[in-house]
């Protein structure tokens, strides 16, 4: 790596974090299992079965947000990491690093917060550790979440598996999590409100499994956004990608933002949405099990897999350009 210290941007979802992942992480301790890339690693040999598993640390400035805060944020990463491999999510760990003059009110509701989402989300808490830094030393509360889920014999969802003519369908509108954060952090005022999208799930996926039974991949748009997302599906299976720019739904609040900000929207961070990739002869299905389900109700079919290498949007007319990668640090501390 040409970088000699470590930045903000390596851990921005974009092409800095994609380096120190491959160049420090994976050539230190790399193997096939990690080199797979997916949110969660699927792992044999026990006795009931395969799991899933998946880890994940939250440290976003500020710790309440409109529509959430840290503790549901850690929840619902690590259950939202844990479905996309197809599992059942079961169990979490989690890890608390506290900084010295928390208030303990605050630690208090950031925990209601977590057993609150746990319970809608179906799965349990059942280990985790605690540790406490000098004052100054620890932005407050970081939380390290770690999940485990059941995966279904013979299911194998991966990027990986990505084919040209599959379709690409979005399960609701982008940029709310990043922008609800970034307009707390920096009290900006917009005339309408703009929350978190910030949701598990795992209930969402399992019905699109359940319509929907040759799905290729899962993956939640988060840090990065729908272009990191896309980007490494490309690279993953080594096709292109077309975006209907038309077909992807953005709050008009959340859009105006983004153009005010200066941001892309399709790099901004979500937290409550999923990408899905499936077959052409199933698209209808799951679109219509991802609009069944409380968190689907705005999904949307945005694209299709062609033969290539790129990502690229199309505009209302006909026209293409190439979606990229984050470069560098958008929104530091979204999750």
């Given at each position: 790596?040409?970088?000699?210290?470590?930045?903000?941007?390596?851990?921005?979802?974009?092409?800095?974090?994609?380096?120190?992942?491959?160049?420090?992480?994976?050539?230190s301790?790399?193997?096939?299992?990690?080199?797979?890339?997916?949110?969660?690693?699927?792992?044999?040999?026990?006795?009931?079965?395969?799991?899933?598993?998946?880890?994940?640390?939250?440290?976003?400035?500020?710790r309440?947000?409109?529509?959430?805060?840290?503790?549901?944020?850690?929840?619902?990463?690590?259950?939202?990491?844990v479905?996309?491999?197809?599992?059942?999510?079961?169990?979490?760990?989690?890890?608390?690093?506290?900084?010295?003059?928390?208030?303990?009110?605050?630690?208090?509701?950031i925990?209601?917060?977590?057993?609150?989402?746990c319970?809608?989300?179906?799965?349990?808490?059942?280990?985790?550790?605690?540790?406490?830094?000098?004052?100054?030393?620890?932005?407050?509360?970081?939380?390290?979440?770690?999940?485990?889920?059941?995966?279904?014999?013979?299911?194998?969802?991966?990027?990986?598996?990505?084919?040209?003519?599959?379709?690409?369908?979005?399960?609701?509108?982008?940029?709310?999590?990043?922008?609800?954060?970034?307009?707390?952090?920096?009290?900006?005022?917009?005339?309408?409100?703009?929350?978190?999208?910030?949701?598990?799930?795992?209930?969402?996926?399992?019905?699109?499994?359940?319509?929907?039974?040759?799905?290729?991949?899962?993956?939640?748009?988060?840090?990065?956004?729908l272009?990191?997302?896309?980007?490494?599906?490309?690279?993953?299976?080594?096709?292109?990608?077309?975006?209907?720019?038309?077909?992807?739904?953005?709050?008009?609040?959340?859009?105006?933002?983004?153009?005010?900000?200066?941001?892309?929207?399709?790099?901004?961070?979500?937290?409550?949405?999923?990408?899905?990739?499936?077959?052409?002869?199933?698209?209808?299905?799951?679109?219509?099990?991802?609009?069944?389900?409380?968190?689907?109700a705005?999904?949307?079919?945005?694209?299709?897999?062609?033969?290539?290498?790129?990502?690229?949007?199309?505009?209302?007319?006909?026209?293409?350009?190439?979606?990229?990668?984050?470069?560098?640090?958008?929104?530091?501390?979204?999750?």
């Amino acid at each position: 790596m040409a970088d000699e210290t470590v930045m903000m941007s390596h851990g921005s979802g974009g092409t800095m974090m994609q380096r120190i992942i491959h160049e420090v992480f994976l050539e230190s301790y790399g193997d096939d299992i990690l080199a797979q890339g997916d949110d969660a690693a699927s792992l044999s040999g026990f006795d009931s079965g395969r799991i899933a598993l998946s880890t994940d640390t939250f440290v976003v400035t500020p710790r309440f947000f409109p529509g959430g805060d840290i503790g549901r944020l850690a929840i619902c990463g690590t259950v939202n990491d844990v479905a996309t491999s197809g599992a059942q999510v079961k169990y979490l760990s989690a890890g608390f690093v506290l900084e010295e003059g928390l208030p303990m009110d605050e630690l208090r509701r950031i925990c209601a917060s977590m057993a609150a989402t746990c319970a809608e989300a179906g799965v349990q808490i059942v280990t985790g550790d605690t540790k406490v830094v000098n004052r100054g030393h620890g932005d407050g509360i970081y939380i390290n979440t770690t999940g485990v889920g059941l995966l279904p014999q013979g299911r194998d969802l991966s990027c990986r598996h990505i084919k040209p003519g599959d379709k690409v369908l979005l399960s609701g509108s982008l940029g709310d999590h990043g922008i609800a954060v970034i307009s707390q952090r920096e009290g900006l005022g917009f005339s309408t409100s703009i929350e978190s999208d910030a949701a598990p799930l795992n209930h969402l996926i399992a019905r699109v499994l359940e319509a929907a039974p040759h799905v290729r991949c899962f993956r939640d748009p988060t840090r990065g956004g729908l272009a990191s997302t896309l980007n490494e599906f490309a690279q993953a299976s080594g096709v292109a990608i077309t975006v209907d720019e038309e077909s992807v739904p953005v709050h008009e609040q959340v859009r105006g933002a983004c153009e005010m900000l200066g941001y892309d929207i399709y790099q901004v961070a979500n937290e409550g949405k999923m990408v899905c990739v499936v077959p052409p002869e199933e698209a209808d299905a799951a679109l219509a099990a991802m609009r069944g389900d409380t968190y689907g109700a705005e999904a949307a079919l945005i694209g299709e897999v062609t033969e290539g290498e790129k990502v690229r949007v199309r505009n209302a007319f006909g026209a293409t350009r190439i979606m990229d990668m984050l470069v560098g640090e958008q929104l530091p501390r979204i999750c």
